[in-house]
């Protein structure tokens, strides 16, 4: 079945059936570990009572329609993430490279109301934003964007945690209109900047007239024990992408913006067939509902640390490895060689997880994870990279 789908994944052997909490069964019946959560996407984890009960509620009243209406549904949730962000305003769409596409259309779009005629946005070293043409070129990957030349101009890229590189390009350009940045980079490494790193940016942006930006599509929605993980941090920002945990598998993205950057978009200047529809509405409601109800920030806060904890006191002696840093639910092990062979090693032994930047470990397991499944995956995770250092040696 798979020669008629093209070849953009590099598939796993397996294929899953169904999920419960922080299990997944495959179509043999054997029970996985799920240290990923679909990318940061199932932070309730598989089948939540909560998230079931409202799609089939929503789904047999009213699926979809179009943004040209009114959205009671979407109006609802808009309102309770702002609340909890900050915010002001929020735009829906369909995913995190839609979110950040739009936040990208906003700084252009306020750039040249200020006169500019190519405005640019600051973009980071290792940041990872999606695989639009816009949000490929804000990403620092250059083997994501191998092949897909032309990219797009009006991006600078600097040092990821660097606010000395960002001084220097003030002072070379006059013509920067937005920060964007991963207040943690995923899919850089689980890199966490220093405490210093985003009141600085804010003082900067401030400074400067720019907007700060904040992709938060993978450290957004409770993952890193505060609902987003500028709040670490006690900043706001002027923009702000969402998206992978938002409705715990139902497609959504959203972009919120406040003060100045909220009234920057008018009608007809953006939009999204699909984006907020009632079906997707109402999934991110319940999340965000079961999120303020069990405490679930806490809750990602506390297992961080017990994870962080016992990943280190098990790991960090062993010369093989390098880091072991993260942030509530979003762990990194940094080994000192290439280690993607552990997600097929991982697997094999009933275990999901990822490596990212060739030699990190990358563990995104659900908010809702137990102490006893929290111990099961210390147990797991620091056997399989003490045996695959072993083996090295």
Known sequence: MQQALMQTYGRLPVSFQRGEGAWLWDDQGNRYLDALSGIAVCGLGHAHPAVTAAIQKQAARLLHTSNLYGIPLQEHLAAALCAHSGMGKVFFCNSGAEANEAAIKLARFHGHQRGLDVPKIVVMENAFHGRTMATL?????????????PLLEGF????????????????THDDIIAVLVEPVQGEGGIRVPGPDYLPGLRDRCDEHGWLLMLDE??????RTGRWFAYQHADVLPDVLSLAKGLANGVPIGACLARGAAANVMQPGSHGSTFGGN??????????????AKQSLTARAAQLGQRLLVGFR???????????????????????DRPCAELVKHALERGLLINVTAGNVIRLLPPLILSDAEADELLERVNDLVLGFLAEGT
């Open 278 to 291: 009632p079906l997707a509405a109402a999934a991110a409601q319940a999340v965000v509902d079961t999120i």
């Open 217 to 222: 599509v993978q450290s957004g929605m409770a």
């Open 156 to 171: 600078v890229r600097i040092p990821y945690d660097d606010l000395k590189a960002l001084d220097k390009l003030a002072t």
């Open 313 to 335: 006191d098990a790991l960090e002696s062993h010369s093989g490895v390098v880091d072991v840093r993260g942030r509530g639910l979003m762990i990194g092990i940094e080994l």
């Open 137 to 149: 070129t804000a990403t620092g990957n250059r083997k994501a964007q191998q092949g897909f030349g």
